[in-house]
């Protein structure tokens, strides 16, 4: 770290002002300013101008001031059920549910639940699950690892490289190893990067409109 | 009081403009079903969801009701939406800061503190984690100077309250942390032109990219030059020694500045390059020397290696390395544990002050100091999430000062899941820099013994709480007690730098923040504060009693075509010279198009709308009292991304 300024010198200012206190209050200044310079004055005129731009406010978007982190998340979770595919060999009876496996306790297991009760994709119900070995993993659907399992990354994708599982993370080094959908915050919004490699590998399939969505796309041509 | 019942109102009335326009765009649509959560929204409404995540309170990210702090982000739409142009305006539009100027540097005051001849020593800000306050005169920059345009930032973080257990030295009135964009976020280039009146002009040029491989780069070059006010009428705060040229500054407004950003990001690997410089004509007139004075075509600041050419002259150079390590742990599920330890060395310091012809060498000091702390944080989940504890302590070690030790406790609850309360204790230290160390033993000042650091204790209880779909509140109240201020004075007409005994400051700030599915979204915020010496019992200079902020962004056209609107009112304060400022409002407007041309951005913005007269005051070292600020100013800007 360098810098380099040139800066008030403390010495010499010679201030001739041995008498600089001047009358305290600086009286009869108050009359200078109108009303419509005051605070209130200027809330009103505000308020005037507000009320006339008003008027059409159509267009979608999300309503709430701000949400925390891990119930949007989940909804995002929820929703990549819509634009995915698993192979057949992957459910053993036709309504058997789909899993969440969750790698790294937090609150993103109690977000889930909470976005998945009472919810069916194609008929099916989802499960959220804990999970602690590569074993239990490979049994999930989709699988969601938590950022501070990063530890534990490369195990874990490894094991899973060929196992119809869509592997779902948030942080650099889950999208860096090879992690299928990775969540990044942009301008304090939540976006997706996709790994279409390493979902074809695993021979999930990955819908054309989820890709169109996702911020970037990682694909060798 | 009477004015406090006025501030009230308008307070009142503001809440009521923003909740009726926000309810009133609600009613178009049928009324929503209370059962509808998250997981029925579509992905592309998920996306424009903002998330409340901070990683600076704590230094791992968390939610912002989380957070041992009341935090307030600024995101880029904000920066887009509102038209801002420096890190000034951003900060500005915060709860309870209010950032004034000399026509020269700008200065940042927080809840009630802004003291003249702080550079920025008391707020550590940072530009993603990395410290700029620099050694000598702990400068931060908020105008031009800044080191970032302001079009590269992501988001900015303001953490209110002492941050000294995490951070150390200049976390004193609170944390500024500026996130820039990444390689990611551009697809190869962008370029910027901009314009307005006061013949001012901006260019941009950005080159970013992410690789398949995953490697970012990020280079991007800024240039701003502005000839600024042509004629400046500034007023001699002693009317029997008024000030040459009949008050009048001609021509000297000026200000030209570059800055450039550089970034490769590989793995975990980060590689950042940051420089700007900045040469801005001195109006004002500060430092009135035998080798500076009022009109002088040649008086100039110049922060950038660089000289001045005048009689007199003075410069300064430092240089720095630190190290950090940190380390997290997460015990149980359930309680973090953070702890790190750092380490600075200021290897050239040096500051000089010298007259060039006869050539005489009044001050040169090139300390050599040291810096170490070592800090360990803990975060227990005391009940579930309904009760956390955060708790904290730093030790700092200093080669020139006594060490000195930060503690910091934080309680947060969370009784039902919208409602947060958190109570919060902090508190912090700052050792004078090089710059107020060698200010006394300069010829030409008081003489004395140099000051010595300063501390501060912080109270604070917050409440966060969300109000039904739309709408969310901060209600806040604090009191920070400050020992030994180290505060200019004036001694048998030498400015002279000593550490006032006890200062002390209360406050209250109220916030309501609103915002509709149409993308309407606004925000109104009012801080009442007082700040006194407990010696004199009299209110600091600067610090106004009323701050009150108003924003509001309507889109106009899809999410294509947006009005931002911003009023900011800051009521009376106190110069050095004991006068009255008057209270001021201010009223910024913007027009934002996006998305029309594809690529194509383009801004109108007018700040000061209605051209009001206001003032800012100055320091001891300036002969007025007050000095006028500029008026309506008007900016274009066209931006195309390829």
Known sequence: ?221 | MRSILKGMRGLVLASLVLAATITRAQETRPPPNPATNLADLSLEQLMEIPVDTVYSASKHKESRSAAPSLVSIVTAQDIQQYGYRTLGDILNSVRGFYVTGDRNYSFLGVRGFNRPDDYGGRTLLMVDGHRLNEALFDTTSYGHDFILDVDLIDRVEVVRGPGAVLYGNNAFFSVVNVIPKRGRDYHWGEVSVGGGNYDSYQGRFTVGKQFTNGLEILFSGTYFDTKGEKRIHYVSADPANPLPNGGVAENLDYERSRSFFSQLRYGDFTLTGAYASREKATSAAPYLTTGLVFNDPTAQTIDEPSYLDVVNYDWSRSEAVDGEVQVGKTLWDRHVLTAGAEYRELFHNRYQNEDLNPAVIYTSINPRQRTWGVFANAEAQLYRTNLTLHAGVRYDGFSEFDSALSPRAALIVRPWNPTTFKVLYGQAYRTPNVYEAAFNSVPGNAGGASPGPETIRTVELGWEQELGKHFRTTVSAYRNEITDLIDTELLGGAPHLVNRGQVESRGVEFEIEGRAKSRLRGRVSYALQETWDTATDKTLSNSPRHLAKFNLSVPLYQDKVFAGLEVQCESAVRSVYDTRINSFWLMNATLFSQKIVRGLEFTASVQNLFDQPYAFPGSLAHRQAELPQLGRSLWFKLTYRF
């Not at chain 1, 001739?16 to 200044?29: D, T």
């Not at chain 1, 979770?77 to 992957?90: C, G, L, T």
């Not at chain 1, 119900?125 to 690892?145: M, S």
């Open chain 1, 1 to 221: 770290m360098s810098s380099t300024s040139h800066r008030p010198r403390p010495g010499q200012f010679q201030l001739a002002c041995g008498s600089a206190v001047l009358s305290p209050g600086g009286e009869g200044r108050e009359g200078r300013f109108s009303f419509w310079q005051t605070p209130l004055g200027g809330f009103i005129v505000l308020g005037m101008m507000v009320c006339s731009l008003m008027g059409r406010t159509r267009a979608a978007g999300a309503e709430a001031v701000s949400f925390q982190e891990h119930p949007v998340k989940a909804a995002f979770i929820y929703n990549f059920f819509k634009f995915v595919e698993w192979p057949a060999s992957r459910f053993q009876e036709t309504n058997a549910p789909l899993l969440i496996g969750v790698v790294g306790r937090g609150p993103i297991t109690a977000a889930l639940e909470a976005a998945v009760q009472d919810r069916k994709i194609n008929g099916r119900n989802l499960l959220v699950q804990a999970v602690a070995t590569p074993e239990e993993a490979r049994a999930a659907h989709l699988l969601f690892v938590a950022a501070t399992e990063d530890k534990q990354l490369d195990k874990l994708l490894k094991a899973l490289a060929t196992s119809s599982v869509l592997t779902v993370g948030e942080s650099e080094a889950f999208a860096r190893q090879g992690g299928m959908i990775c969540f990044v915050l942009e301008n304090g919004k939540i976006r997706f990067e996709i790994n279409m490699d390493s979902a074809q590998r695993a021979g999930v399939k990955v819908s054309a409109q989820l890709q169109k969505l996702a911020r970037t796309v990682r694909r060798t041509p």
